[in-house]
């Protein structure tokens, strides 16, 4: 069977234009799912990319025996219905009609891609995350007006309040549901720093494979449990009272650091530098170095502090 485009009434071919996605009205009815899920065959694809010439479609090719098919298209299946009408999701058993997934170029699954006004606008492979999905979908339509916050910000937020068994609980979840997902298990990892399972957490990052024990959120972490290890604790902090010399603000800084408020740390290591340049044989200026490391040459907080740096020395 050959898969058309309607405008051209050619074979189906990537087309770099946007999705021309309609935005969602803020005061439709919900939608129900039965409205927004198709379930595709040889029987009904055609229609469904005719059908994208009025509304977006999703197509979802998946394979039941794939473990991460499931995962994905619970997401998706949430996020149509979320996104109330701006496209359709049409989910495609890649199994049963391999015909259709030859002539839709899917080699691996699952595979997404997003037809509008009949022709191919973007997709991608493998089961993201649900906040990576929703940053894709972001690209091409209005963010959902009440979305739920993600598993990963509820995560988050969690760890921001001191919850860090439900943050745990989260960041578990997730990894059972992507376990190729690495960035997962360097989350679960600072949590396990946060709870004050330093060895626990080096043992989560050293079994990350070499690329991503290297890269620079795994430093980061690993960077928090070794500042975590050089740090006096939280009690010796407030021991030293409203003590302002040097050794002082230099521990509240390496503290700061170890507990991953890495702006408040590096804004104390600075002014250090500032006040005593001497203090330590340049101890402030050396961590500065060490924190810049472990955040990646990229990060925000590097790149705006890496400019305060060289501003003060020249």
């Not at 080699?107 to 493998?126: A, E």
């Not at 001497?278 to 590097?302: I, M, S, W």
């Amino acid at each position: 069977m050959q898969i058309i485009d309607p405008r051209s009434g050619k074979p189906l071919t990537a087309d770099t234009g946007n999705a021309d996605a309609p935005a969602p009205d803020a005061n439709q009815a919900s939608v129900r799912p039965e409205d927004v899920i198709i379930e595709l065959n040889a029987g009904n694809i055609q229609q469904v990319l005719e059908a994208s010439m009025q509304v977006p479609v999703l197509l979802g090719c998946y394979s039941p025996s794939h473990p991460g098919s499931s995962t994905l298209l619970a997401i998706l299946e949430k996020l149509v219905v979320e996104y109330a009408g701006a496209f359709l999701l049409g989910k495609l058993d890649i199994e049963a009609n391999p015909e259709i997934g030859g002539q839709l170029g899917v080699q691996s699954v699952p595979d997404v891609k997003l037809i509008s006004q009949g022709g191919l606008v973007d997709g991608f492979q493998g089961a993201l995350p649900e906040k990576e999905v929703r940053e894709w979908l972001n690209r091409y339509f209005p963010a959902a007006g009440e979305a739920p916050p993600s598993p990963e910000e509820q995560a988050e937020e969690a760890l921001k309040t001191g919850d860090t068994a439900a943050a745990r609980e989260i960041y578990q979840t997730l990894m059972g549901q992507h376990p190729e997902h690495y960035a997962y298990q360097v989350a679960f990892a600072r949590v396990l720093v946060a709870e004050g399972r330093a060895s626990e957490a080096r043992e989560v990052l050293d079994n990350l494979p070499p690329e991503e024990r290297d890269a620079p959120p795994a430093r980061g972490v690993r960077a928090s449990i070794e500042f975590g290890e050089q740090a006096l604790s939280a009690e010796e902090i407030a021991a030293l009272g409203v003590r302002t010399d040097s050794e002082a603000q230099y521990q509240r800084a390496l503290r700061q650091v170890a507990d991953g408020h890495y702006d408040e740390g590096l804004e104390a290591l600075l002014a250090l530098m500032k006040q005593d340049r001497a203090y330590n044989d340049d101890a402030a200026r050396k961590t500065l170095l060490q924190v810049f490391d472990a955040l990646g040459a990229e990060h925000p907080l590097t790149v705006a502090y890496r400019r305060k740096l060289f501003a003060m020395l020249y």
